[in-house]
């Protein structure tokens, strides 16, 4: 503890810039995602084609694709943008899927019915698509904020700094409080984001929250029935 | 007034859904498309608000061609109710029933409040206005459908199949409550449904659809009913039995009527009182058992 103590200054450092990594490829993941799932849950070649994509993306390895992102993006080798560009392409592929199912989600009828009174093709996306699409949505972004919090540290393997340097300085001096401290404030990071995302996700679907009591209602009640 | 003029839809896989179909829908009247699936009454419904548009024909409004026409702006001057409500799920009832005023431009307080006067209109307390539609029961549901279509004060309303997936003593509900409405709005009602009693009960006109849109018979109940055109017509209608082959028996306190099974159907009512019933469109001059028909 003494040492978590004499260093708290650096791991608030280390705290901030690590969150300052997590955050934009959690929001280009996202941003992205939406018309390249919305394009793949509209057709079915588009959907096999972006997903076999998403999928080869996500197999590269994590430090490699660090390694090959300055040489693509013309960046130095230890500007932060390669740790954000790299994690944002991890945040594309994981999300391109969730975005995908997301807008399938939304039933025929609902969109049928929404043309029929009147909705344009952009009113019905922006008013109707998207904020029914929210719920399958909102569980792919919180698996992406999880994933790329603890991605981010990889980045110190290459000298950018985030928490992961805890890891790598506390092997390198052999101090396993400061491995323990990384490990604890990833998690922490992680648990907040998730935390903040879950409580926007229930201001921002009321109906999908009544729905969800409604259906565990039912559920209780048919459980009794059966009993 | 709709005009279909000789309208022909093949669908892209080759299906011909329908073939030179024309009829005129006259104004505040409601006209039933009436037929088993299959038979293109829906997509001739869907041709109304260019959710379908015909491979050949033309359909006018009062005259105009809806081709030349802005689907969207067309769609919010024609009021649409569909099966299983169509309700969008993440808007509140009173949201629901305002969609189109807001679509058109009207401020959301001023098209909310116009929405809650249309939930009394359609028989809807106001306490459920905040609600979702997952919170509502079918019937529930299915009035906030018919708030919604008529919202906009629409000249047209379009039914498709509304009142199929409810039980049939909530369908029976909103069968008078469609009567009621229609009594005091006096819309251009186009309404789709496999049910001949409901096309009987609620037409004006009812359009007999055969497969293929081929229209089997046009018509209003009493003259399907009394003169059937083909033997099609007569069996889809089921003139030749249950409660529509009606005869009279003679009993120790008077006449009665008897459906084919012999079971007892009704009084032959003095002509006199049958008169008041008159005032309906849909009048029998029997007071009958299941009687939907009593209330007209």
């Not at chain 2, 018919?146 to 379009?158: E, M, S």
Request: hydrophobic share 45%.
């Amino acid at each position: 503890m003494a040492w978590v103590w004499s260093n708290l200054e650096q791991i608030w450092g280390l705290v901030l810039s690590h969150i300052a990594l997590s955050v934009p490829p959690i929001i280009v993941g996202f941003v992205l995602s939406i018309p390249l799932g919305y394009w793949a849950s509209r057709s079915r070649l588009a959907r096999s084609v972006l997903l076999s994509i998403g999928g080869v993306l996500y197999t590269i390895p994590s430090l490699a694709l660090l390694v090959v992102v300055p040489v693509i993006l013309g960046t130095a080798i230890l500007a932060p943008s390669n740790v954000v560009f790299a994690l944002s392409i991890y945040a594309v592929a994981i999300m391109v899927r969730s975005s995908a199912d997301a807008f399938s989600s939304v039933s025929d009828d609902v969109r049928e019915s929404a043309t029929a009174v009147g909705y344009s093709t952009w009113q019905r996306f922006f008013a109707v698509e998207f904020p029914l699409a929210g719920p399958v949505l909102l569980a792919g972004i919180r698996v992406v904020s999880v994933s790329t919090v603890s991605l981010v540290t990889v980045g110190s393997v290459i000298g950018i700094s985030s928490l992961g340097n805890l890891f790598t300085d506390g092997i390198n001096r052999n101090i396993p409080a400061e491995i323990i401290v990384g490990i604890v404030c990833v998690l922490l990071i992680a648990a907040i984001f998730d935390l903040i995302l879950a409580g926007v996700g229930r201001l921002l679907l009321p109906w999908n929250r009544s729905a969800a009591s409604l259906t565990r209602a039912a559920e209780r009640a048919s459980t009794l029935v059966t009993q | 007034m709709i005009e279909f003029r000789n309208v022909t839809k093949r669908f892209p896989d080759g299906t011909l859904a329908v073939e030179d179909f024309s009829l005129v829908i006259p104004s505040r009247k409601t006209t039933v498309f009436v037929g088993s699936s299959g038979s293109g009454k829906t997509t001739l419904l869907r041709m109304v608000n260019r959710m379908v548009d015909p491979t050949s024909g033309t359909i006018e409004i009062d005259g105009e061609d809806t081709a030349a026409l802005n689907p969207v702006a067309l769609r919010r001057r024609i009021g649409y109710v569909m099966q299983n409500s169509g309700l969008l799920p993440h808007l509140t009832v009173i949201d629901n029933a305002a969609t189109v005023p807001v679509l058109n431009g009207v401020p959301k307080n001023e098209a909310r409040a116009d929405a809650l006067r249309m939930l009394d209109t359609v028989g809807l307390d106001r306490s459920l206005a905040e609600r979702y539609p997952s919170q509502l029961s079918g019937g529930q549901q299915q009035r906030v459908g018919v708030a919604r279509g008529l919202a906009a004060d629409p000249n047209i309303l379009l039914m498709d199949e509304p009142f199929g997936a409810v039980d049939p003593i909530v369908r029976a509900e909103l069968q008078v409550e469609l009567l009621r409405l229609q009594r005091e709005l006096g819309k251009t009602v186009v309404f789709v449904t496999h049910d001949i009693d409901e096309a009987f009960l609620l037409g004006d006109q009812v359009v007999i659809f055969e497969q293929g849109g081929r229209v089997a018979q046009i018509g209003s109940p009493t003259e399907i009913l009394s003169d059937p055109a083909t033997d099609f017509v007569a069996h889809f209608i089921g003139a030749e039995r249950g409660k529509r082959a009606l005869s009279i028996r003679s009993t120790d306190r008077g006449e009665i009527l008897v459906d084919s099974e012999g079971r007892a159907a009704g009084l032959l009512v003095d002509s006199v009182v049958g008169a008041q019933y008159d005032a309906g469109p849909k009048s029998r001059s029997v007071s009958n058992k299941t009687s939907q028909a009593g209330d007209a």
